[in-house]
């Protein structure tokens, strides 16, 4: 594949083709320029880390402190506006281990905090506070700031972004977009009279090229837009291309001036547009996140002077042209990826649109891949450049090192043993029981069972209760402030214990306790018809499957997959019920594993060591459980940690000794740590974590102590030290409304 796209574009020995005359029809570009992986991460390296994109319009950042995220080709950035009115744009990346800073679209914030560590920025990116750095020799806050995006206002507030990790970018906005901003069609309209009225999104399964091809021509709107004759000339509907942007005259008729239905609207290379009238103004932005995956990104303001009857003409409009753009981009593709087609013949004048399109995204992607070749590696330009000295040097000898390498290799391949039948043989256990045990409400319990027979063999199917999300994706996606409300907190912490007892009771080990594994119940799910039931969950989205070399798919392959979902839970007070979920690493006291594999941070140190497990491990994971409950963030490490790494947190954080049958292999693992930080106490880090001074904060000074003290006595390194779950969930604390 690699081979075959540089010989395309020139860098395979073959000679380019010369420019075809005016009045023949031009050949597209090949059908794997739209489904190649390499050609995908070629255009992050050439366009997307390169060129000028318009991102949004200055009204979106009315206040000081106003932020917007964006993701375009799986570039994360954040765009903002500081307290003397500048404007900003940063890469969401924690400049100590890479974590987001903000995990939500858009906000107002003085300070923006990563919740990994607590290093905080200004609103121009500047690192404001290291929590223990202070004292470091050496640490410059001053170059720990967020990695800077080169920003760009023109004079009708329209503000874009480039990606170039230079001081000055390789590309200037006036060599790019020369003349944009000052077309005579403009000056009708005082784009301060626009207000921000909404924004949406939608998903398409298709590459980011070929809903620019498909913008760029309206060849196709007599056939497939039945609302456009309204608001364009579709005879005489012209293009006019220079520099790197697309100006599109519809040529409006005098009575759909009279109307306000005129448009002006303007592609801007390589991914976005802007259409502009006297009530609406409407941008569109194809954000590509893989070679066949692309969201559409939309933002749409109203004229503060028209009325919203006037405003929903062309609103509407556009959002039934977008939808019906979105279905001929899909059905395309999914022919290109089957790989029949390869290319076909565009029109000289009614299709010149996508002809200049396609033209600059190979004369620069041809452009970069020169540059590569001579260079002899990639050039990412919007990587981070490390300094030559000091341990920036280390890590640059790193760098090198790991690139020298041929990695991915994919024969290394281990194969996952499956759990079902054990998981089948606890839930029975649990559903026989049929108990009045005030903790057996709050385990899921298997309806029925059942085998199906495929072409991959005979599966063992289980009907379960149905339930809402997990609170792990409650928190995510609906408390707002990643902390759940202080009783909510209590009351699930209480309602899990009350399980794990029932559990340790049967001497059963859950063995997967987290946050991900313990569900909501749906209080009105018995009283609900199947047609309500069905409306709540709406329609289910597929996705169809294909193999990446575009061969059929094997006998037995499912054809497509549909994207997971829940029935939406009104979670309002600490009487939510919940159930612990996934019983697939869970096992009986008589049939211990070897192993188990539990997440990380929640895995507890026998497990690590190799040493025999029983149903302790459970206790472990709760106490950690109990921490990222109470404060909204896991008690150790969640990315990129390590085994040693995790064992070394626990020594810093709890006050407990290695039990001597492990000191072997602790001593082992930390010959390959660095040294050591100054630890937090698991009080003192337990408080550090509640008080932040950004959300909530329900507990008094009281309950923390003694939710400290309750994990402490449950994060003890010799299983047998650790407090039993009736003992916890009897403390006088849990009794306490």
């Known amino acids: 594949m690699v081979g075959s796209l540089l010989s395309y574009i020139g860098l395979g020995g073959a000679k380019s083709a010369s420019p075809p005359p005016e009045n023949e029809a031009v050949r597209a570009l090949p059908g794997n320029w739209y489904t190649s992986e390499e050609m995908y991460q070629l255009e992050r390296r050439a366009i997307f880390s390169r060129r000028w994109l318009i991102i949004t319009h200055k009204s979106r950042l009315q206040k000081p402190g106003d932020w917007l995220r964006y993701n375009c080709a799986n ?24 974590y987001p800073v903000v995990e939500k679209e858009e906000g107002n914030s003085k300070i923006l ?60 906005w006036d060599e790019q977009f020369e003349g944009t901003d000052q077309q005579e069609r403009f000056k009708q309209f005082d784009f301060d009279d626009f207000d921000f009225d909404h924004s949406y999104t ?52 005098p009575d759909q001036v009279q109307q306000g239905l005129n448009i002006c609207s ?115 330009p919007a990587k ?50 049929h108990s009045d045990h005030p903790g057996y409400q709050h385990l899921v319990t298997m309806q029925d069972s059942f085998q199906v027979t495929g072409p991959n063999g005979t599966h063992e199917c289980l009907v379960l209760d149905l339930l809402g999300p997990s609170v792990a994706d409650y928190i995510d996606g609906d408390t707002g402030t990643e902390r759940l409300p202080g009783p909510l907190a209590k009351s699930i912490a209480k309602q899990t214990l009350l399980g794990l007892c029932f559990l340790h009771d049967q001497n059963i080990a859950h063995a997967d306790l987290h946050t991900r594994n313990i569900a909501f119940a749906i209080p009105s799910v018995h009283t609900l018809q199947e047609a309500q039931f069905l409306q709540n969950l709406k329609q289910p989205e597929t996705g169809n499957t294909r193999r990446k070399d575009s ?51 929640v895995r507890a140190p026998e497990i690590i060591f190799s040493d025999k497990l029983d149903h302790r491990v459970d206790l472990w994971s709760m106490a950690c459980m109990l921490f990222e409950l109470t404060v909204g963030q896991p008690l150790f ?60 904060e329900d507990f008094t000074r009281e309950d923390i102590v003694r939710v400290g003290a309750l994990i402490g006595s449950m994060l003890r390194l010799e299983p047998s030290a650790r407090t039993p ?9 849990f009794q306490r409304e």
């Open 75 to 98: 570039y994360d950035f954040v765009v903002s506006k500081d307290r003397n009115g500048e404007i900003h744009a940063f890469h969401n990346v924690c400049r100590h281990r890479a």
């Open 113 to 172: 905090s990563c919740k990994y560590h607590g290093w905080s920025y200004g609103l121009n990116g500047k690192l404001a506070k290291a929590p223990g750095y202070q004292d470091l020799n050496g640490f410059d806050k001053s170059k720990n700031g967020l990695f800077p995006i080169h920003t760009h206002m023109d004079p009708n507030g329209f503000i874009y972004v480039n990606m170039d990790s230079n001081k000055v970018p390789e590309v200037s």
């Open 202 to 253: 939608m998903e398409g399964n298709f590459n980011w090229k070929i809903l620019a091809d498909n913008f760029n021509e309206c060849y196709h709107c007599k056939t497939t837009h039945p609302d456009l004759p309204a608001i364009a000339n579709l005879e005489t509907y012209d293009v006019n291309c220079s520099a790197d942007h697309i100006d599109h005259d519809p040529k409006s008729n």
């Open 266 to 380: 303007t592609y801007l290379f390589p991914y976005s547009s802007y259409t502009v009238s006297p009530h609406f103004m409407f941008m569109q932005k194809f954000m590509p996140s893989g070679p066949n995956k692309s969201v559409m990104y939309y933002e749409v303001w109203k004229n503060r002077n028209s009325t919203r009857e006037e405003f929903d003409r062309l609103n509407l409009v556009y959002k039934r042209v977008m939808a019906e753009d979105k279905v001929l981009c899909e059905r395309a593709q999914a022919n290109i990826n089957a790989g029949v087609f390869i290319n076909g013949e565009l029109h000289p004048h009614m299709e010149k649109g996508p002809l200049f399109f396609q033209k600059r995204c190979r004369e620069i992607v041809m452009e970069h891949a020169k540059k590569e070749k001579a260079a002899g590696k990639q050039i990412w």
């Open 384 to 433: 981070q450049a490390l300094e030559k000295e000091g341990n920036s040097a280390i890590s640059n000898e790193d760098v090198d090192f790991c690139e020298g390498l041929a990695c991915g290799n994919d024969n290394d391949k281990i194969s996952e043993p499956n759990h079902q039948n054990r998981e089948a043989t606890v839930l029975r256990t649990i559903a026989a029981q």
């Open 551 to 601: 061969q059929s798919l094997e006998p037995g392959f499912p054809r497509y997959l549909v994207k997971p979902t829940s029935h939406p839970v009104d979670i309002k007070s600490s009487s939510s019920s919940i159930k612990m979920i996934d019983f697939g690493q869970s096992f009986s006291s008589n049939e211990c594993p070897d192993s188990l594999k539990t997440p990380l941070p």
């Open 637 to 696: 490490d969640s990315v990129g940690t390590t085994p040693a790494f995790l064992v070394r947190q626990i020594l810093e954080t709890i006050n407990d000794s290695v039990p001597k049958r492990w000191e072997t292999d602790w001593h082992t693992m930390t010959a390959t740590l660095p040294g050591n930080e100054t630890p937090f106490s698991l009080q003192e880090w337990l408080e550090e974590m509640y008080v932040d001074g950004e959300r909530r």
């Open 725 to 733: 779950a009736r003992t916890v969930v009897q403390d006088a604390w």
